[in-house]
């Protein structure tokens, strides 16, 4: 089973910059499909990007391209997602997900394992 746990959270001005880490541990992750999803209050979870632990596909929301990037470190197990030009709009908690590859890469039922959470508040 693959287990998630992000960090890198925190408070920023709008414009300002943050990276978000996801620890994965676990047994064939590698095959796993990855995601960041992000829930704001009165706001449906949301999908941010997704892609394959092994591949270079990515898929971005049209409200975070370019500004937003997602990356992995073999060597340490490690998801990340940089996050440039901050707007007060992307105020949420973030998540880390996986998935086995079944399913939309947009949809987060298609996701089986998801980390806790860590918030990120952007001010104007």
């Known amino acids: 089973q693959v287990q998630l746990v992000e960090s890198g959270g925190g408070s920023v001005q709008a414009g300002g910059s943050l990276r978000l880490s996801c620890a994965v541990s676990?047994?064939?992750?590698?095959?796993?499909?990855m995601g960041w999803f992000r829930h704001a209050p009165v706001k449906e979870r949301e999908f941010v990007v997704g892609?394959?632990?092994?591949?270079?596909?990515?898929v971005y929301a049209d409200s975070v391209k370019g500004r937003f990037t997602i990356s992995r470190d073999n060597s340490k197990n490690k998801l990340y997602l940089q996050m440039n030009s901050l707007k007060p709009e992307d105020t949420a908690v973030y998540y880390c997900?996986?998935?086995?590859?079944?399913?939309?890469?947009?949809?987060?039922?298609?996701?089986?394992?998801w980390g806790q959470g860590t918030q990120v508040t952007v001010s104007s």
């Open positions: 892609r394959r632990w092994s591949g270079d596909n990515r």
């Open positions: 997900a996986a998935s086995p590859g079944v399913g939309p890469v947009m949809s987060a039922p298609s996701y089986t394992v």
């Open positions: 676990g047994r064939t992750f590698s095959d796993y499909r």
